[in-house]
Structures are given as C-alpha cells and as structure tokens.
C-alpha cells in the first residue's frame, strides 16, 4: 500500500496569515518541511489582495473606535495602545527579513500616508480633544497633532476642505508617520522568499477536501480543481488561514474547540477615485466616526492607496451582504456552516442584532447618489463621473457561544487552537493583517510551547528584540525600536538621528 506524502507543517491558503506563519517558522527551524495549499491560481486572491481591504497599517492613530468613550466621559486608550504595539511587532519581523537581504525591497509594499481622525459638531469635537488629551502623554502617541484651526485643517486635508461651510465645527488629529500597506504584494514577496528555501512548497489550484485524525497529528486530503486529482498528505500540524473558509474547514476537523462557532458574511465595497487631478490634493487615511447605531466595519474614511507604485483614493466602506464565505466562494457557505452545535449561538446573534441586519439591509439598498452623499460630508465638491464602485473582499465576523446570551458577534480575530497543538485556525476580520505577526507568534507559543521556550527562544529574541508588553510600558525602547524598524522599512530618509539605529 502507497504511503501518503509526509511533511511538518500544511498551511491552508496562502494570504497574509499562512505566508506570516510559514516564514516565520522557516526561520525558527530551516529543516522544518512544509506545504502551502491555495484554492486560487495565486497568492493573497482574497482577503489580502489589495484592492480587497483599505490598506491601512492599523497602529491605533486614526481609528476612532479603538479608543471608546465611557459613560463619565473618560477615554479608554488600552485597545489603541495595544495594537500600536503589536504592529510595531509586525514592522520588526518585515524590517528583519529586509535586513537579511533577501526579501526584496519594503517600498514595494508599505508607504509613509499621515492618519488622521476627523470629525464634525461640537459633541464629537470635545471627544476627540479629550482623544487626543488621553492618547498624547503616551510615548506611542507622543507625535500626535490636534487642530480645529481651519487654516491647519487646509494644510492637512485641502480635498476636504474645498467648499466646507466656514460655520461649520470641525477638527482633526494628524500622526504623520502613519502607514499604507499592500497586504497582496506584502503576502506575495513573504511567499517568494518561502519558497527559495529547501523544503517549502506553495500549491495552487488545490482545494482542502478532509481532514482526519492521524495518530498524533493529521492526514490532509487535497483536491486538485483542475485535474479532479486527489491525494493525501500527512502532517503534524495544520493551520487553517483561508479566510472566510478557515471556519468550515475548523468544522470538518471535529476538534472539541471547534463546536459552537458561527459565522456571519459581510461583504463590502468601495468608493474609487483614480483621476490625478483628485487624487493629487488627498494624502492621508482620513477615519471618521459610524454613524450612530451602525456597526464598527461601517466607520467611514477616505484613503490614499498606493498598489503598484500608483496613487488611488477609496471611500467607504459600505456593507454588503452575501450568504459566500469568500468572495471566489458558494451561496450555500452561510447555510452549510449551520451545526446543532452552533445554531443556538446563531439565532441568538439574528435575535440580538436587528439593527446590524436593518443597517446591511439598508446598505445593499443604496443608490449611487446616496453612496455619494455620505462621500460629501468628507468631501464636499465630489463629482460623481471621477468615482467608481469597487467590491472588496468578504470578511466573515465570529459568532461565538456566551454563557448569557447564548450567542455573540464579534467584530475581531480570534485564533482558535486545539488543546494538543496539532491544529489552529484563524477567525474573523480587522485589524487581523496589521496583527498578523502577533497573531502569529501567540500561535507558536500555544501549540509548540517548549520550542517557544527552548530551542526557538534566542532566534525569537534575535528578530523580535522589544514585544508588545515592554513596548507599551518602555518608553526610551519604544522610541529605540520605532526609529529603527521605520528607518529598515525605508519610511524614513536616512538623517543623522537615525543612522545609529541602521
């Protein structure tokens, strides 16, 4: 009887999160045997393909609802800080691989764009000013500019402010070393360099059919769509990064951690301007606030993009909704995923969240002239013939069981594990591909602890000097860290402040 194939480690999908954790491992033990299997004809097709997300380095400077505000009127800056660490964690592990010299250049994929916050009324003015008060003193945050000055406000933003009623209030904050990341060319350089080193391999066109126990760890069937070939290959562990499709896939393996998650589509699209003209007078990620009682992946901002070296603007986003899990996916997806398990948690969340599917409903309703007006309130001299709309990618949010409720969404990632280490998969959407090393690392201490530990520990140190924890509290190494990894990343011109940390 033929043997299956054998490796270390299968990685299902070949995004952002699969290329992060493959690369990382490759460093960790270059003997480690590994396969990539993707359904696409090519990397970051979905979720990580640029014209499928907005592109921003999410590190917390511009994000509104990272920082919320409490019924006494403090602002609550933990989340915001948090992930500005964490996405300094991410700069390290790119700004490693660039300085070994075989990654090809960061220009490629992650571009100096100021984030800035925007608002308008008096109500949401005294929150950001409080925002800003709150965010400020911290050594994360210590570039941070506040303005209601309309002259400032030209300076930073003169799309937006052409043809503003001067009566109106409005400010705004401004981070100038803010980022814009290409996530597709990002995964793509991740996976070129994966697969210069022995060992690794990237297969596409391959569809992830079963998966069943295997002594210790797991026989993984996979599918060819072109041929209809099959075969199986017999791995230790597997993670499941496909997206919208990790859930049906965390299904089939039956694992205990598995039971009671849903999940719920949400598909979104975008406003497009590519006319120089436009595009010239807007460099910046601009957030604003949702409106009242709309979701958080409905806050509203305007982006500089840059994919391929050009300059683009998106606006958005505007929620869709599709029964597909991936937007190359199935309408049956949503009503296959539905388990004895987990349809308990599902009805519970369609019960508890009317207004979320009155706020969708309303959404795919819209006319373009309607998608236009909300553009208007940012900037009020659009015309209609310079955008387009574009459809982004799915991005399917978490319901999960709750003791009390019975069921809950969730609006953020969540890295699913079973309790041997043998298998993890990776739930749900923003600020998932800013995160992702994090994500990632978090992963390899819980499923290979004692290597973590032992034999990885130094190699760990060698390419993540400073982690989120020190990163928040250690002001002088923060600052050391920033400068460095911005200077690797070449988001900075070299200068004399800077040389000491090449």
């Keep these: 009887m033929a043997h299956n194939e054998a490796v270390d480690v299968v990685l299902v999908g070949a995004g952002i999160m699969s290329a992060t954790l493959a690369v990382l491992l490759k460093e960790l033990d270059p003997a480690i045997k590994l396969e990539v299997v993707e359904l696409m004809d090519s990397g970051a097709a979905e979720s990580s393909n640029p014209w499928n997300n907005a592109g921003t380095g999410h590190a917390g400077l511009c994000e509104l609802n990272y920082t919320p505000q409490a019924a006494d009127g403090s602002v609550n800056i933990k989340k915001a800080v948090h992930i500005n660490t964490q996405f300094e964690v991410s700069k390290q592990f790119w700004a490693y691989l660039a300085q070994k010299g075989t990654f090809g250049s960061c220009k490629s994929f992650i571009s100096p764009v100021p984030h800035l916050s925007f608002v308008q009324g008096d109500k949401d003015i005294a929150f950001l000013k409080k925002r800003f008060e709150s965010l400020h003193p911290h050594h994360a945050f210590a570039e941070m500019e506040y303005t209601e000055d309309r002259a400032k406000l030209a300076e930073w933003m003169p799309l937006m402010m052409q043809g503003r009623p ?73 993670f499941l990064g496909a997206g919208g499709a990790a859930l049906p896939l965390l299904q089939a393996s039956g694992i205990e951690e598995s039971k009671g998650f849903g999940g719920f589509p949400v598909s979104g699209q975008w406003l497009r301007c590519d006319n120089p003209e436009v595009v010239k007078h807007h460099q910046a990620k601009v957030y604003s606030q949702a409106a009242v009682g709309s979701p958080p992946m409905s806050v509203p901002h305007l982006d500089t993009r840059v994919v391929d070296g050009k300059k683009s603007l998106l606006f958005g986003p ?165 400068a460095q990894n911005n200077l690797r990343l070449e988001l900075v011109e070299p200068s004399s402040e800077t040389e000491s940390y090449a």
């Design 166 to 238: 001067a009566a109106e209030p409005i400010a705004a904050t401004r981070v100038l070393k803010g980022t814009d990341v290409n996530f597709g060319a990002l995964t793509n350089q991740l996976l070129k360099h994966l697969t210069s080193a022995p060992d690794a391999q990237v297969k596409y066109c391959k569809r992830v059919t079963g998966l069943k126990r295997n002594g210790a760890g797991w026989t993984v069937s996979i599918k060819d769509v072109n041929s209809g070939n099959s075969r199986e290959v017999d791995a230790k562990f597997v």
């Design 318 to 482: 505007y929620a869709g909704f599709t029964t597909k899990f991936l937007k190359h996916g199935s309408l049956m997806d949503l009503p296959l995923s539905v388990r004895v398990g987990n349809i308990g948690p599902m009805l519970a969340v369609a019960r508890d969240n009317m207004d979320l599917t009155k706020y969708l409903i309303s959404e795919v309703m819209q006319s373009m002239e309607q998608r236009l007006e909300s553009l208007r309130r940012f900037y009020p001299e659009v015309k209609a013939e310079d955008w387009r709309l574009e459809t982004a990618g799915q991005r399917v949010q978490i319901i999960k069981k709750d003791p009390k409720k019975g069921g809950i969404l969730q609006f953020g990632t969540e890295l699913v594990a079973a309790k041997d280490g043998t298998l993890a998969a990776l739930l749900g959407a923003s600020p998932g591909a800013s995160v992702t090393v994090s994500i990632m690392l978090e992963l390899i201490e819980r499923c290979f602890p004692e290597k973590a530990k032992g034999e990885w520990a130094a190699k760990l140190h060698e390419i993540f000097p400073a982690r989120e924890k020190v990163l928040e509290t250690d002001a002088a190494l923060y600052r050391k860290i920033n």
